[in-house]
């Protein structure tokens, strides 16, 4: 994608003109005197809190709930971003708004998902373009973790050493994660280890955990589903006896009720990818949001006995 080359150019221009801006910033005395990082969604800042503790001020251009795949930002959001000392995008073509929009303000970004091993979308419009979901894998975020270690530490060497234990400590956690869920997921009966979804968000966790994988569409840029994919999904259902469905918070589940009347699959929940909730919601950490997948999975695969 065209997209993907205006990127990489920009961070070729800002790896020049970074140490300018580094010099520039080191003078500013953001709210609150803390160099404030700026991701593009709520996982990403959660991450970051984690590795940054309390030397820097993260934010997130998208609110809790929001749809981030085909985000419109505002001119709020260019405003805020000029003020950030450093952006933090997933890359892998997730933000579809993002080359643009960084174009627009002068700060260094750092794409965070550099060295995952990536898996490609094999459908539609997207096939052999990256799936960008890689955070769905606790493994596969730990790279997420380095690179904010690498960037965060840049941007304050001072602090290098407290970036490094917190995402230390972080990365330890999201292990244990891994092998829960894993685990959980790998214990399932062979004939209940196909995970169907709205968007095809699961493929990096389906991969660790040995599932099958199906999905009305592939990435939520497409905002409606064809009555070919939901015909497709109904057969995959249909053939394979899948037990439960379910759809991600942030888009309409209206048409994988349409695979469930079809089949008489019962709808197992709504699943967190793309934002996390609220405070006081089911999500509000992303190991909350893992953790609540894997559960809501497991026990609607488990549960119907079908
Ligand atoms: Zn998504």
């Known amino acids: 994608m065209p997209k993907k080359a205006s990127v990489l150019g920009v961070v070729a221009g800002l790896a020049v003109i970074a140490p300018l801006l580094a010099a520039c910033t080191g003078d500013r005395a953001p709210a609150g005197d803390r160099p404030v990082v700026l991701t593009t969604f709520t996982v990403l800042a959660d991450i970051a809190e984690n590795v940054a503790g309390d030397h820097l001020e993260v934010r997130s251009i998208t609110k809790a709930g929001a749809e981030i795949h085909g985000y419109e930002p505002t001119p709020g959001d260019i405003a805020k971003a000029s003020e950030a000392d450093l952006i933090l995008d997933n890359g892998l073509n997730l933000e579809l708004w993002f080359s643009q929009f960084v174009e627009s303000v002068d700060v260094p970004h750092v794409v965070v998902s550099e060295g995952v091993d990536v898996l490609d979308i094999s459908e539609d419009a997207y096939a052999g373009t990256p799936n960008p979901h890689a955070w ?3 493994a596969s975020a730990q790279l997420y973790v380095d690179n904010m270690v690498e960037a965060f530490s840049d941007l304050e060497p001072e602090h290098a050493d407290d970036f490094r234990a917190n995402g230390d400590a972080y990365k330890a956690q999201l292990q244990d994660i891994q092998d829960e869920l894993v685990g ?12 169907v979804t709205c968007e095809g ?19 939520n840029a497409e905002q409606q589903a064809t009555p070919q994919q939901i015909a497709a999904t ?3 259902v249909r053939d ?3 037990p439960a469905v379910f759809c991600e918070s942030t888009v309409s589940d209206r048409p994988m009720q349409q695979v469930v009347e079809a089949t008489g699959a019962t709808f197992g929940g709504t699943l967190y990818v793309d934002s996390l909730s609220e405070e006081g919601g089911p999500v ?11 559960d809501t999975i497991v026990a609607a695969l488990t549960g119907g006995d079908r």
């Open 184 to 195: 959980e997921l790998a214990a399932l009966p062979e004939n209940e280890r196909a995970l």
């Open 234 to 236: 109904i057969e995959f």
């Open 240 to 242: 394979n006896d899948v």
């Open 284 to 294: 509000p950490t992303y190991l909350d949001l893992l953790r609540h997948d894997v």
């Open 136 to 138: 769905m894998s606790p």
């Open 201 to 219: 968000a699961f493929s990096y966790l389906a991969r660790d955990a040995g599932l099958t994988e199906a999905y009305i569409w592939p990435v």
